[in-house]
T-cell receptor
Framework: DADVTQTPRNRITKTGKRIMLECSQT?????MYWYRQDPGLGLRLIYY???????NKGEISDGYSVSRQAQAKFSLSLESAIPNQTALYFC?????????????FGSGTQLSVL | KQEVTQIPAALSVPEGENLVLNCSFT??????LQWFRQDPGKGLTSLLL?????REQTSGRLNASLDKSSGRSTLYIAASQPGDSATYLC??????????FGPGTRLSVLP
């Protein structure tokens, strides 16, 4: 089983719909991240969480919200999806302790907003 | 603000060649640097992590070096194989900041 699991793998939705992307990890890491990847723009940070009670905006948080339900779970919501939110979304984790802040990624969610 | 660049943007080589991918960063006060591999439409797989106190790391045919003073890291791939074809990204972590990713180098190894 994957250490960082994202669901769904693919999602097609319509403009204006609310959707949630979920991420769970079995690595025991305290830090979790949501990124989006667009061709030509690279990886951009949406939100990050250093522990359950710590939520921080990244460089492109507008139109997104997150919830850290437990140390192992971090979900990303699009409140009202729009076409320019079509992208590949990644969840990632790292360990602030002995792991040296090595970053581990999930397999990604390809989101299409029509 | 940290900026990360990677040269070349794309590279095509015949199988068996040794090759070097470059990663440059503007702020040398880094905590670590990490190299990733990404296959099309897939997630990023960590290849090597170099802490700020280290000069290089090796894993199999891969060797990554770090020169903080010049703001550069190189990923050396020995005896390249078609299975090495992928996009390679570097990411830099500065103290008190978040990871900053380079745009990647798209590698094609031809049989």
């Amino acid at each position: 089983d994957a250490d960082v699991t994202q669901t769904p793998r693919n999602r097609i939705t319509k403009t204006g719909k609310r959707i949630m992307l979920e991420c769970s990890q079995t690595k025991g890491h305290d830090r979790m991240y949501w990124y989006r990847q667009d061709p030509g723009l690279g990886l951009r940070l949406i939100y990050y969480s250093f522990d359950v009670k710590d939520i921080n905006k990244g460089e492109i948080s507008d139109g997104y919200s997150v919830s850290r339900q437990a140390q192992a779970k971090f979900s990303l919501s699009l409140e009202s999806a729009i076409p320019n939110q079509t992208a590949l979304y990644f969840c990632a984790t790292s360990d602030s302790g002995s792991g040296g802040e090595k970053l581990f990624f999930g397999s990604g969610t390809q989101l299409s907003v029509l | 603000k940290q900026e990360v660049t990677q040269i070349p943007a794309a590279l095509s080589v015949p199988e068996g060649e040794n090759l070097v991918l470059n990663c440059s960063f503007t702020d040398s006060a880094i905590y670590n640097l990490q190299w990733f591999r990404q296959d099309p439409g897939k997630g990023l797989t960590s290849l090597l992590l170099i802490q700020s106190s280290q000069r290089e790391q090796t894993s199999g045919r891969l060797n990554a070096s770090l020169d903080k003073s010049s703001g550069r890291s190189t990923l050396y791939i020995a005896a390249s194989q078609p299975g090495d074809s992928a996009t390679y990204l570097c990411a830099v972590l500065n103290y008190g900041q978040n990871f900053v990713f380079g745009p990647g180098t798209r590698l094609s190894v031809l049989p």
